[in-house]
């Protein structure tokens, strides 16, 4: 259960949106919701949460983050604060175009940062507003269970995550240094190789992906890829 202390917020506040209470007596279409206030927290390492309040008592949480800029996209949320303040948050689309349309300099990664955190919060207050999970308002659940990775980066992190259950993990490419633009056929084996023992230890039932994190040229890039494919990766990530 992902708890406030998470989001920086009051200690025993708990956030999952089922086990949030929700208003016995909930406003109807024509009663009028007003956004009060709007929080952003910084929580380390690198996150960013939003809490959008209203006069009715409901609250929406949202995430407003590109990874490296919290404290940009924070000042971004603030910077659309006057708009919002005093309107209903239940008009979710029209306060996304009018947000994202209402600047000269529209778009780029930190404005729909921003905007991405507010749209999951004004969803947020919606959905209880109305006493219903968001999935509901956008056409019903499509499944009931999703399989996710886990972070490991050794045999033994990955066996230990195995025996939790997972059977997908997610790793970087050993290196022993920082990669070159062109690299020479040491690196490249030497990558291959410490994945290979990662195959080894998983066995062939089990999915590994590789994030190359933006930190390896396009030459070096083409020539992992190449080598390796013997070991089937899930995906191969920002290469």
């Known amino acids: 259960m992902v708890t406030a202390k998470t989001y920086g917020l009051s200690p025993g506040t708990l956030l999952a949106s089922e086990n949030i209470p929700i208003p016995e007596k909930r406003p109807t279409v ?11 927290f910084l929580v380390k390492p690198r996150w960013l949460f939003l809490k959008i309040h209203t006069n009715a008592g409901i609250t929406g949480l949202g995430e407003p983050i590109t990874e490296g800029r919290a404290l940009t996209c ?7 604060e006057p708009y919002l303040i005093g309107k209903d948050p239940r008009a979710v689309a029209h306060h996304w175009q009018a947000i994202y349309r209402h600047a ?28 219903v999970p ?16 886990a972070h490991a980066n050794t045999p033994q992190e ?3 995550r195995m025996a939790q259950g997972f059977t997908a993990f997610k790793t970087g490419p050993a290196k022993k ?19 290979a023992t990662l195959r080894e230890a998983v066995g062939p039932d089990a999915d590994i992906g590789i994030d190359f994190h933006g930190a390896i040229s396009p030459q070096t ?11 089937q990766p899930m995906f191969i990530e920002e290469p």
């Open 158 to 160: 990955m066996k230990e």
């Open 221 to 231: 890039a083409k020539l992992l890829i190449k080598v390796l494919e013997p070991y």
């Open 30 to 40: 024509k009663e009028i919701i007003k956004i009060t206030k709007m929080e952003t």
């Open 177 to 195: 240094r920082p990669a070159r633009i062109i690299e020479n056929k040491a690196f490249v084996d030497y990558v291959a190789e410490q994945f």
């Open 134 to 149: 968001i999935y509901e308002l956008l056409g019903g659940p499509t499944r009931q269970r999703i399989r996710v990775y």
């Open 74 to 80: 924070a000042q971004a949320v603030k910077e659309v």
């Open 104 to 131: 000269f300099y529209r778009g780029g990664p930190i404005l729909t940062s921003a905007l991405s955190g507010i749209d999951q919060a004004l969803w947020d207050i919606k959905g209880k507003a109305l006493g």
